[in-house]
């Protein structure tokens, strides 16, 4: 067990449909990464954020959007969603920006 | 694109041999980390290792960094058919913050 907690695990909904994804990260760590795992783009790196702020931005799309709150939780909003949006959505949290990531299980989603 | 680029896609050995997997990337780091993935499941740290420093070890794990290369090796010795998983490398770029991984290497090993 890694600590950090995603939920849910899995996900159906429809073409159109928004969905919140939710991280808990590990107890003191301060930052968390959302990541998208698909079989043709591989993993990549969506957001991070760092005590509550935006710290970097990768291939997310407009549709998607994430916030950390005040007790370091953090979501992941996917709105009109497309059937191409399928995939495994995983969260990382690490202590600090430049040390070793703890993953969750992930989020399974899949858009019908 | 992706920072780090393992190298092979995919390996298939014998339990007992050794297994080598390389990771090449682009921008200078702070440091570099090797992960695990089980199939579906979470990724799973399995070492850091700094840009100053060239090997490191953890149990039957070996880690080597060239930073003049630009590259990685991650050598797994004596493989067992648990260690059958994706195996992912991910740098973060020096003064940045966000991990970035490679699309990993497939090793399967067979009892």
């Known amino acids: 067990d890694s600590g950090v907690t995603q939920t849910p695990k899995h996900l159906i909904t429809a073409t159109g449909q928004r969905v919140t994804l939710r991280c808990s990260p590990r107890?003191?760590?301060?930052?968390v990464y959302w990541y998208q795992q698909s079989l043709d783009q591989g993993l990549q790196f969506l957001i991070q954020?760092?005590?509550?702020?935006?710290?970097a931005k990768g291939n997310i799309l407009e549709r998607f959007s994430a916030q950390q709150f005040p007790d370091l939780h953090s979501e992941l909003n996917l709105s009109s969603l497309e059937l191409g949006d399928s995939a495994l959505y995983f969260c990382?949290?690490?202590?600090?920006?430049?040390?070793?990531?703890?993953f969750g299980q992930g989020t399974r989603l899949t858009v019908v | 694109s992706q920072q780090g680029e393992e190298d092979p896609q995919a390996l298939s050995i014998q339990e007992g041999e050794n297994a080598t997997m390389n990771c090449s990337y682009k921008t200078s780091i702070n440091n570099l980390q090797w992960y695990r993935q089980n199939s579906g499941r979470g990724l799973v740290h399995l070492i850091l290792?700094?840009?100053?420093?060239r090997e490191k070890h953890s149990g039957r794990l070996r880690v080597t960094l060239d930073t003049s290369k630009k590259s990685s090796s991650l050598l797994i010795t004596a493989s067992r058919a648990a260690d059958t998983a994706s195996y992912f490398c991910?740098?973060?770029?020096?003064?940045?913050?966000?991990?970035?991984f490679g699309a990993g290497t497939i090793l399967r090993v067979k009892s």
């Open positions: 991910a740098t973060d770029r020096e003064y940045g913050n966000k991990l970035v």
């Open positions: 954020y760092y005590n509550g702020e935006e710290r």
């Open positions: 990382a949290s690490s202590v600090h920006g430049d040390t070793e990531a703890f």
């Open positions: 107890s003191g760590d301060l930052s």
């Open positions: 290792i700094r840009s100053n420093e």
